[in-house]
């Protein structure tokens, strides 16, 4: 029995297997001697990535098969248990890094913030398309999403937690605008929040010394900026094929967060331009196929939640490329499916399940419409008599 149902889309399946398997080998690398000196085992983050792995493929494989019309009867109850995971993790959750963003689930740790990425794209999708004939007006087609919505992100920037809000806020408005906003909605919310988001970014003391190592990391080459220096560091080393596999210096305790936000520097390092260029192509061709499939839904549930998750992982991928290569300034965002890390690895593969669920049914209404145009090319209707 296949794994995934006929029809799905198979480049956009296997450049996110690539991603995978990319992923597990370079947190591997990028981690096994700090996972020696932290736990005193070198294989530690490669076994409970490789776990992740599975159990994230195992699910993309189960939802791909799950008709993604379902999840509508489904939004509600689960917007209502990801604000209870997260009201959980401001009261019980772990702390790592100055943010508190996990919770204690035994021998691992579940961050509500990445199941709250798939259940609001559920939840903007199901609303947009409910609301189609007054998504022109501000009172129905902006105002409940953005409390809904701007709720969540509340609970999300109190960890806190600035990059994964803003990359939500930033689905938010690509949504509306795709069901049909009114763009002088948007760009007047967009003239209010502004102000707001800067007043949020610069409000806190470790953020404004981010920008200012993103302005100039040679002013504070030793605090603030060390990190970014390191990442240059490293693509600097790699150069066009790279040291090879398992070679990286930076890794050995220079660049923070090898195996987490800063993976892609070590790719850098380890598989040089070539290496970097592998990751760009396959992330752009997971961007391509899934707005393509988004495109083809049968319906516009279909086509929200599609390019909702698209746009998701791709935005993204490109803020962490951005940090890392010191075009953005610093985040806290992982590399999707790359990147070490249970939570954000298991539910962006279920959301790329839903993505080939979508491709699956836009294939096969696209395979029931043209042998429908066959059969009419066959059997034209006969002349009506007299004619």
Same mark, same amino acid.
């Given at each position: 029995?296949?794994?995934?149902?006929?029809?799905?889309?198979?480049?956009?399946?296997?450049?996110?297997?690539?991603?995978?398997?990319?992923?597990?080998?370079?947190?591997?690398?990028?981690?096994?001697?700090?996972?020696?000196?932290?736990?005193?085992?070198?294989?530690?983050?490669?076994?409970?990535?490789?776990?992740?792995?599975?159990?994230?493929?195992?699910?993309?494989?189960?939802?791909?098969?799950?008709?993604?019309?379902?999840?509508?009867?489904?939004?509600?109850?689960?917007?209502?248990?990801?604000?209870?995971?997260?009201?959980?993790?401001?009261?019980?959750?772990?702390?790592?890094?100055?943010?508190?963003?996990?919770?204690?689930?035994?021998?691992?740790?579940?961050?509500?913030?990445?199941?709250? @990425?798939?259940?609001?794209?559920?939840?903007?999708?199901?609303?947009?398309?409910?609301?189609?004939?007054?998504?022109?007006?501000?009172?129905?087609?902006?105002?409940?999403?953005?409390?809904?919505?701007?709720?969540?992100?509340? $609970?999300? $920037?109190?960890?806190?937690?600035?990059?994964?809000?803003?990359?939500?806020?930033?689905?938010?408005?690509?949504?509306?605008?795709?069901?049909?906003?009114?763009?002088?909605?948007?760009?007047?919310?967009?003239?209010?929040?502004?102000?707001?988001?800067?007043?949020?970014?610069?409000?806190?003391?470790?953020?404004?010394?981010?920008?200012?190592?993103?302005?100039?990391?040679?002013?504070?080459?030793?605090?603030?900026?060390?990190?970014?220096?390191?990442?240059?560091?490293?693509?600097?080393?790699?150069?066009?094929?790279?040291?090879?596999?398992?070679?990286?210096?930076? @890794?050995?305790?220079?660049?923070?967060?090898?195996?987490?936000?800063?993976?892609?520097?070590?790719?850098?390092?380890?598989?040089?331009?070539?290496?970097?260029?592998?990751?760009?192509?396959?992330?752009?061709?997971?961007?391509?196929?899934?707005?393509?499939?988004?495109?083809?839904?049968?319906?516009?549930?279909?086509?929200?939640?599609?390019?909702?998750?698209?746009?998701?992982?791709?935005?993204?991928?490109?803020?962490?490329?951005?940090?890392?290569?010191?075009?953005?300034?610093? @985040?806290?965002?992982?590399?999707?499916?790359?990147?070490?890390?249970?939570?954000?690895?298991?539910?962006? $593969?279920?959301?790329?399940?839903?993505?080939?669920?979508?491709?699956?049914?836009?294939?096969?209404?696209?395979?029931?419409?043209?042998?429908?145009?066959?059969?009419?090319?066959?059997?034209?209707?006969?002349?009506?008599?007299?004619?």
């Amino acid at each position: 029995m296949n794994l995934v149902p006929r029809g799905v889309d198979r480049a956009l399946l296997l450049s996110v297997v690539s991603l995978v398997v990319l992923g597990v080998t370079m947190v591997y690398s990028a981690g096994g001697i700090y996972a020696a000196d932290l736990h005193g085992d070198r294989l530690f983050f490669l076994q409970r990535q490789a776990l992740f792995a599975g159990v994230g493929l195992a699910g993309m494989a189960v939802v791909a098969r799950i008709p993604y019309q379902a999840y509508r009867r489904w939004t509600y109850p689960a917007l209502g248990l990801v604000a209870v995971l997260l009201l959980a993790v401001l009261a019980f959750g772990t702390s790592a890094g100055g943010a508190t963003r996990w919770l204690p689930l035994g021998p691992f740790q579940l961050q509500p913030s990445e199941l709250a @990425k798939p259940v609001l794209l559920v939840y903007l999708a199901y609303s947009l398309e409910k609301k189609q004939e007054l998504i022109e007006t501000f009172a129905v087609g902006i105002l409940p999403h953005l409390v809904v919505v701007g709720t969540i992100l509340a $609970l999300i $920037l109190v960890e806190p937690d600035f990059g994964t809000t803003m990359t939500i806020a930033a689905i938010l408005f690509a949504m509306m605008f795709v069901a049909g906003t009114r763009p002088r909605h948007l760009l007047a919310l967009g003239a209010v929040g502004a102000p707001a988001a800067y007043f949020v970014l610069m409000g806190a003391e470790y953020r404004r010394k981010r920008m200012m190592a993103f302005w100039d990391p040679w002013a504070d080459r030793e605090g603030t900026g060390y990190q970014l220096i390191q990442s240059w560091l490293s693509f600097h080393g790699g150069g066009v094929t790279g040291l090879g596999l398992g070679n990286g210096l930076q @890794k050995l305790h220079f660049l923070p967060a090898a195996h987490t936000d800063f993976i892609f520097a070590v790719i850098g390092e380890e598989l040089g331009l070539a290496g970097v260029a592998l990751v760009l192509g396959l992330f752009g061709t997971l961007v391509y196929r899934g707005a393509r499939c988004a495109s083809f839904a049968p319906d516009l549930f279909g086509r929200l939640l599609g390019t909702g998750i698209t746009f998701m992982i791709g935005l993204q991928a490109c803020f962490n490329m951005g940090v890392v290569t010191g075009m953005l300034p610093t @985040k806290g965002l992982t590399l999707p499916f790359v990147s070490y890390g249970g939570s954000s690895l298991v539910f962006g $593969l279920a959301m790329v399940g839903v993505l080939l669920n979508i491709s699956a049914q836009a294939s096969r209404r696209s395979a029931t419409t043209k042998r429908e145009s066959e059969a009419r090319a066959d059997h034209p209707d006969p002349e009506p008599v007299g004619a």
